[in-house]
């Protein structure tokens, strides 16, 4: 043993031998423990246990009570067999055991009554209370049935919840209460925390939530769709998941029959499911696709820079957007007439009693009975017609011709997903001949495949050039001086689940483009696709660049049908080529520049064109609207620059 140093024995510690360790010595359980044991033991012996413990611990609080009253009573009696009896009363008012006192047969019997008339209220408010709490648990779980009719019937759960509801919730401007209720198969508790989280209040909307899948009939039956004024069937994030909407849309009608149709928006991704879709339907369903939507959107946006501020005004509630207007005072009136008699709204297409549109109609069209006013107001409340016409400057419209059209164009596609294909069928559509576009993407196999594709689809009309390289990448975008091309389009990667956010790889191209903006000091014309709107807001390009968000966008779409069922074909029209669409023209174009003038003399410029002015961009563009209003007064008087432009719906060779 080294000096100084104590053997472990001396320590009081375990002591090794051979170089193993010691047992510890037994240490007997605290008496505490051992109470502790017995106690928990006795409770595992079920309701019994736990009844007997429940009597002994009111007994020893009880009795010693009851028995320091009956002592300290002035009125209690001296002996001591009636202070015993008069304990046992105490205590057997206290515990509801009848307290009486006499022979003990009588006290027995007293008893005996007491622990039935214990049972029975203990087993009576035991029942109600589970059959409330079932209720409650049930009700929690969103599988109680909704009974409600006229109301909005919301199907599956996906990104455009949140701008449905705050949609519909922002239609529902007139007073009155509404319902929508939404079907999902997720928990009715989260679903309700995610859409107070992203919509907030609702006003006098209430949105009732039902947990269930969209494809059972049966959980379809919870939520009423044969009674609502429309059922709106949402698209998921994957186009894997259009065979999901078909068969929500079976279901649908199993559960509301073939007999009772209701009116149905839907949406798909895949425009093989489209055919099946409407189908399964039936004669009341509009399916949108919603990657054809999207690609759309892209090109008119490269095509006309500005458009998605119209799109998003036109789309949402906020703002001014499309209404129906039946007056008797319409029938007989031609077009021209109506259009001037609207001195708040802008008249731009006339509804048919047969549900059809008919989009900028020539002036001498006269209105029908039953035939409506299609407007662009603030709501429909706020269309009057005015006996008299909003005056205009003949001295401030223009006559002289517009432009020639414009010559090939370059466009730069930066990026390839799945609606890449139809991006490019339509360039080639809608380009002057002789265009070319420059395709930015990766060299795998499969997108090689799809680039060839489109290439030979664009045929002679566009020429189609792949630059393998990585859009990410600042070598790439510095080698095509992104500044010479009239246009350029960024894409994201699909979505695809357990993988980085599309937006995260958009985000950096955006970038890039920046800095090429910046370091030869011109701007780029850019048209973003994003798949989540949040991102917006982190772009470096600001408000500056077009933004189609296209979940955000179909989610619009398909509230603005589900109040108007007609809007599915002015709609369809505005986007389709060769009809009436969007345009933003120079303001020289309908108005004399660089004094002022009434927007009545702008409608009435357009008019005489065969065109319909709806609104105005100024130039430079200031302020939340990025210079856009939409339906301004006729009356309303403004100085016109040479930069400004007209927002007008004509057809394509206008």
Same mark, same amino acid.
Request: neutral net charge; aromatic residues 4%; contains cysteine.
């Given at each position: 043993?080294?000096?100084?140093?104590?053997?472990?024995?001396?320590?009081?510690?375990?002591?090794?031998? !051979?170089?193993?360790?010691?047992?510890?010595?037994?240490?007997?359980?605290?008496?505490?423990?051992?109470?502790?044991?017995?106690?928990?033991?006795?409770?595992?012996?079920?309701?019994?246990?736990?009844?007997?413990?429940?009597?002994?611990?009111?007994?020893?609080?009880?009795?010693?009570?009851?028995?320091?009253?009956?002592?300290?009573?002035?009125?209690?009696?001296?002996?001591?067999?009636?202070?015993?009896?008069?304990?046992?009363?105490?205590?057997?008012?206290?515990?509801?055991?009848?307290?009486?006192?006499?022979?003990?047969?009588?006290?027995?019997? #007293?008893?005996?009554?007491?622990?039935?008339?214990?049972?029975?209220?203990?087993?009576?408010?035991?029942?109600?209370?589970?059959?409330?709490?079932?209720?409650? /648990?049930?009700?929690?779980?969103?599988?109680?049935?909704?009974?409600?009719?006229?109301?909005?019937? @919301?199907?599956?759960?996906? *990104?455009?919840?949140?701008?449905?509801?705050? *949609?519909?919730?922002?239609?529902?401007?007139?007073?009155?209460?509404?319902?929508?209720?939404?079907?999902?198969?997720?928990?009715?508790?989260?679903?309700?925390?995610?859409?107070?989280?992203?919509?907030?209040?609702?006003?006098?909307?209430?949105? /009732?939530?039902?947990?269930?899948?969209?494809?059972?009939?049966?959980?379809?039956?919870?939520? #009423?769709?044969?009674?609502?004024?429309?059922?709106?069937?949402?698209?998921?994030?994957?186009?894997? &998941? +259009?065979?999901?909407? @078909?068969?929500?849309?079976?279901?649908?009608?199993?559960?509301?029959?073939?007999?009772?149709?209701?009116?149905?928006?839907?949406?798909?991704?895949?425009?093989?499911?489209?055919?099946?879709?409407?189908?399964?339907?039936?004669?009341? &369903?509009?399916?949108?696709?919603?990657?054809?939507?999207?690609?759309?959107?892209? @090109?008119?946006?490269?095509?006309?820079?500005?458009?998605?501020?119209?799109?998003?005004?036109?789309? +949402?509630?906020?703002?001014? *957007?499309?209404?129906?207007?039946?007056?008797?005072?319409?029938?007989?009136?031609?077009?021209?007439?109506?259009?001037?008699?609207?001195?708040?709204?802008?008249?731009?297409? /006339?509804?048919?009693?047969?549900?059809?549109?008919?989009?900028?109609?020539?002036? #001498?069209?006269?209105?029908?009975?039953?035939?409506?006013?299609?407007?662009?107001?603030?709501?429909?409340? #706020?269309?009057?017609?005015?006996?008299?016409?909003?005056?205009?400057?003949?001295?401030?419209?223009?006559?002289?011709?517009?432009?020639?059209?414009?010559?090939?164009?370059?466009?730069?596609?930066?990026?390839?997903?799945?609606?890449?294909?139809?991006?490019?069928?339509?360039? &080639?559509?809608?380009?002057?001949?002789?265009?070319?576009?420059?395709?930015?993407? !990766?060299? +795998?196999?499969?997108?090689?495949?799809?680039?060839?594709?489109? $290439?030979?689809?664009?045929?002679?009309?566009?020429?189609?050039?792949?630059?393998? !390289?990585?859009?990410?990448?600042?070598?790439?975008?510095?080698?095509?001086?992104? $500044?010479?091309?009239?246009?350029? /389009?960024?894409?994201?990667?699909?979505?695809?689940?357990?993988?980085?956010?599309?937006?995260?790889?958009?985000?950096? %191209?955006?970038?890039?483009?920046?800095?090429?903006?910046?370091?030869?000091?011109?701007?780029?014309?850019? @048209?973003?696709?994003?798949?989540? =709107?949040?991102?917006?807001?982190?772009?470096?390009?600001?408000?500056?660049?077009?933004?189609?968000?296209?979940?955000?966008?179909?989610?619009?779409?398909?509230?603005?049908?589900?109040?108007?069922?007609?809007?599915?074909?002015?709609?369809?029209?505005?986007? &389709?080529?060769?009809?009436? %669409?969007?345009?933003?023209?120079?303001?020289?174009?309908?108005?004399?520049?660089?004094?002022?003038?009434?927007?009545?003399?702008?409608?009435?410029?357009?008019?005489?064109?065969?065109?319909?002015?709806?609104?105005?961009?100024?130039?430079?563009?200031?302020?939340? =609207?990025?210079?856009?209003?939409?339906?301004?007064?006729?009356?309303?008087?403004?100085?016109?620059?040479?930069?400004?432009?007209?927002?007008?719906?004509?057809?394509?060779?206008?």
């Amino acid at each position: 043993m080294v000096p100084g140093q104590r053997s472990a024995a001396q320590e009081g510690g375990p002591v090794r031998i !051979g170089g193993a360790p010691a047992r510890p010595a037994y240490r007997p359980p605290s008496v505490r423990a051992r109470f502790r044991y017995w106690f928990d033991t006795t409770l595992t012996r079920g309701t019994p246990a736990l009844c007997a413990w429940l009597a002994l611990v009111c007994l020893a609080v009880v009795i010693p009570v009851s028995t320091l009253l009956a002592w300290t009573d002035q009125r209690a009696p001296t002996s001591l067999g009636d202070r015993v009896a008069a304990v046992w009363r105490n205590t057997g008012q206290t515990l509801r055991l009848g307290g009486e006192v006499g022979p003990p047969l009588r006290v027995a019997l #007293s008893v005996l009554l007491a622990l039935i008339a214990l049972f029975y209220v203990s087993t009576l408010v035991s029942l109600i209370t589970a059959g409330l709490t079932d209720r409650v /648990i049930a009700l929690g779980r969103g599988h109680a049935r909704v009974l409600e009719s006229g109301h909005t019937v @919301v199907l599956g759960w996906s *990104e455009q919840i949140p701008t449905v509801l705050s *949609e519909l919730v922002a239609a529902h401007t007139d007073g009155r209460r509404r319902v929508v209720t939404l079907l999902a198969d997720r928990d009715k508790a989260s679903m309700e925390e995610d859409l107070h989280a992203a919509v907030g209040t609702t006003g006098r909307t209430r949105v /009732i939530c039902r947990s269930g899948r969209p494809t059972d009939p049966v959980a379809l039956a919870r939520v #009423s769709p044969g009674t609502a004024d429309s059922v709106l069937v949402l698209p998921h994030d994957d186009p894997r &998941a +259009d065979v999901e909407v @078909v068969k929500t849309l079976l279901s649908l009608s199993a559960a509301v029959g073939e007999e009772r149709p209701v009116r149905v928006i839907a949406a798909v991704r895949d425009d093989r499911y489209l055919t099946a879709a409407r189908l399964a339907g039936g004669p009341l &369903a509009t399916v949108l696709g919603t990657d054809d939507l999207a690609a759309r959107l892209l @090109v008119d946006c490269a095509r006309r820079p500005g458009l998605s501020l119209v799109h998003q005004e036109l789309l +949402d509630f906020a703002g001014h *957007e499309f209404h129906t207007v039946r007056e008797p005072g319409l029938s007989g009136l031609t077009f021209e007439q109506a259009d001037r008699a609207c001195p708040v709204s802008t008249a731009v297409g /006339i509804v048919h009693r047969d549900g059809t549109v008919a989009l900028n109609p020539a002036g #001498s069209v006269r209105f029908l009975a039953d035939d409506a006013l299609l407007v662009i107001a603030e709501d429909e409340r #706020s269309t009057r017609l005015s006996a008299t016409p909003t005056p205009y400057d003949p001295t401030a419209l223009v006559r002289t011709p517009p432009d020639p059209p414009a010559g090939p164009v370059r466009v730069l596609l930066l990026g390839w997903n799945r609606r890449a294909h139809r991006v490019v069928d339509r360039l &080639a559509l809608h380009t002057p001949l002789g265009s070319t576009l420059d395709v930015v993407a !990766g060299s +795998d196999a499969e997108t090689l495949a799809r680039i060839r594709e489109a $290439t030979e689809a664009a045929g002679a009309r566009m020429e189609v050039c792949h630059r393998p !390289g990585d859009p990410t990448s600042h070598e790439t975008t510095d080698a095509l001086d992104p $500044t010479g091309y009239d246009s350029v /389009i960024v894409l994201g990667p699909d979505h695809r689940p357990g993988h980085a956010d599309p937006d995260d790889r958009t985000l950096v %191209t955006l970038l890039h483009l920046r800095t090429t903006e910046r370091e030869a000091g011109r701007p780029v014309p850019v @048209v973003i696709e994003m798949a989540d =709107d949040r991102n917006r807001l982190l772009s470096p390009h600001g408000r500056r660049a077009d933004y189609v968000v296209s979940g955000r966008l179909v989610g619009l779409l398909m509230t603005q049908i589900s109040q108007g069922p007609h809007l599915a074909t002015v709609f369809e029209e505005l986007l &389709a080529p060769g009809g009436n %669409t969007l345009h933003l023209h120079p303001a020289g174009h309908y108005v004399a520049t660089g004094r002022t003038a009434s927007f009545a003399t702008v409608v009435e410029s357009a008019a005489r064109r065969g065109a319909r002015a709806i609104g105005y961009r100024s130039r430079p563009a200031t302020g939340p =609207d990025h210079g856009l209003r939409l339906n301004p007064p006729k009356a309303h008087v403004r100085y016109w620059h040479p930069q400004d432009e007209v927002v007008v719906i004509a057809r394509e060779h206008r």
